[in-house]
């Protein structure tokens, strides 16, 4: 795994966030959005009712439910919502295979009720169970002993993740920070690594789109965008992550500059999980009201 797929999930970030500058400074904007937002449905720490009345003490307009491979969090969000009067956008955020990695498409406006989509995600969530214990059995081989039983117990009704198994080594004192779990042990390319059997990228386009939902490529990487970017318009990608914490100004500028000149949707938010090594990350990106709008009418076309 890549540093910045680390930061990604939003636990212990390597830069201090509050120090970063954002293209979109928080306080100044009304009628703005966080479209990437995590709850303990899959490895955020907060209930969904929670994750909404933070979204109010920031004054945001609208919110995305983004969970890892689940939309189970999603219902009670828009019950929240309701009552909060915050717009919540149903999502999610696929994990889909790369060459040496992964990689995560956010998808927004899912039909939670399409069954073909929920199937696929029923079938996610056991891969992703057998992996945990594929990786715990690798820690067991290097005498670090994971019980099994109880680290499913940690992770709860969550998707698993390899972020569960390092709360988890860091809660047994195994680890001395979250962090070092993935630099020493579950990061890519350490001993206790396994690849997680998720989706192809077509299928999770795909998936996405067949449940009325748009798909956006999150958090891209600088390295690689300009390589995978149009394979992936091919396949029905519409979007980019323009904005999140782990970019500054510049990058933030630089896909920007990529999403115009592929015409694709911009959308952005703090990817927040419930704790940052400050405070939560929820608000320290806001997305202007006006790409919801047009995130809406493009899942509106898709849904025709
Ligand atoms: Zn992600
Ligand atoms: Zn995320």
Redesign the pocket.
């Given at each position: 795994m890549s540093a910045s797929q680390a930061e990604?999930?939003?636990f212990e970030p390597r830069l201090p966030l509050l120090k970063r500058e954002y293209f979109f400074q928080p306080f100044m904007l009304k009628n703005s959005a966080d479209l990437?937002l995590?709850t303990f449905f899959s490895d955020g720490f907060l209930s969904p009712a929670v994750v909404l009345k933070n979204a109010h003490r920031q004054s945001l307009k609208a919110v995305a439910i983004?969970d890892?491979d689940t939309i189970d969090g999603v219902a009670d969000a828009i019950d929240e919502g309701h009552r909060l009067g915050i717009d919540v956008i149903p999502g999610i955020?696929l994990t889909a295979s790369t060459n040496s990695d992964e990689m995560?498409i956010?998808g927004y406006f899912i039909n939670c009720e399409d069954i073909v989509f929920r199937k696929a995600l029923g079938k996610a969530k056991t891969k992703r169970r057998i992996r945990l214990k594929k990786m715990a059995l690798k820690l067991a081989a290097i005498n670090i002993k994971v019980d099994f039983e109880s680290l499913i117990k940690f992770v709860g009704q969550g998707v698993p993740s390899r972020l569960h198994l390092a709360h988890f080594l860091y809660s047994k004192k195994l680890v001395s920070t979250v962090h070092e779990s993935f630099e020493k042990y579950i990061g890519f390319d350490k001993p206790a690594y396994e690849k997680v059997d998720a989706f192809q990228q077509q299928e999770a386009i795909e998936l996405i789109l067949s449940a009325g939902g748009v798909p956006i490529l999150?958090?891209p990487d600088r390295q690689n965008i300009e390589n995978i970017i149009q394979p992936l318009i091919s396949m029905g990608l519409r979007g980019l992550e323009v904005y999140h914490p782990k970019f500054d100004e510049m990058e933030s500028a630089y896909f920007l500059s990529i999403a115009k000149k592929y015409n694709l949707l911009i959308t952005g938010?703090s990817?927040c999980?419930g704790k940052g090594r400050f405070s939560p990350l929820i608000g320290k990106v806001k997305l202007p009201y006006e790409h919801v709008i047009k995130l809406k009418e493009c899942a509106t076309a898709i849904q025709v």
């Open positions: 990604c999930r939003g990437h995590h983004t890892h955020e995560h956010l999150a958090h938010g990817d999980h």
